[in-house]
């Protein structure tokens, strides 16, 4: 069993920068098995998918965070980070970690990011 538990989050200006982490435990010597990612809700919408990195590095982001935010991942640490560069107020959000091995599946409880002047 793998847990994640999630920090880095708080209130930022727009245009300002956010670093997350997510570190693993329990099962956390098979973190480098993981794929990894991050998702965010924001009050009132539905969950949805911000970036994820497959245990090769390999990373992929949605459409409306490239070029802002960055994916990483430390292997030696269980941890995965999201850099968040140029935040907007439509940023604002609860950000969760998730992690993934064939049919596991594991979240943080999440994170939360607001984006305010």
């Known amino acids: 069993q793998v847990q994640l538990v999630e920090s880095g989050g708080g209130l930022v200006q727009p245009g300002g920068s956010l670093r997350l982490s997510c570190k693993a435990s329990?099962?956390?010597?098979?973190?480098?098995?993981?794929?990894m990612g991050w998702y965010r809700q924001a009050p009132g919408k539905q969950r949805e998918w911000v970036a994820s990195?497959?245990?090769?590095?390999?990373?992929e982001y949605a459409d409306f965070v490239k070029g802002r935010f960055t994916i990483s991942r430390d292997n030696s640490k269980s941890t995965v980070y999201l850099q968040m560069n140029s935040l907007k107020s439509e940023d604002t959000a609860v950000y969760s970690c998730?992690?993934?091995?064939?049919?596991?599946?594991?979240w943080g409880q999440g994170t939360q990011v607001t984006v305010s002047s």
């Open positions: 998730h992690g993934q091995r064939f049919d596991n599946t594991y």
């Open positions: 990195i497959r245990t090769s590095g390999h990373a």
């Open positions: 329990g099962s956390a010597s098979s973190f480098y098995l993981l794929a």
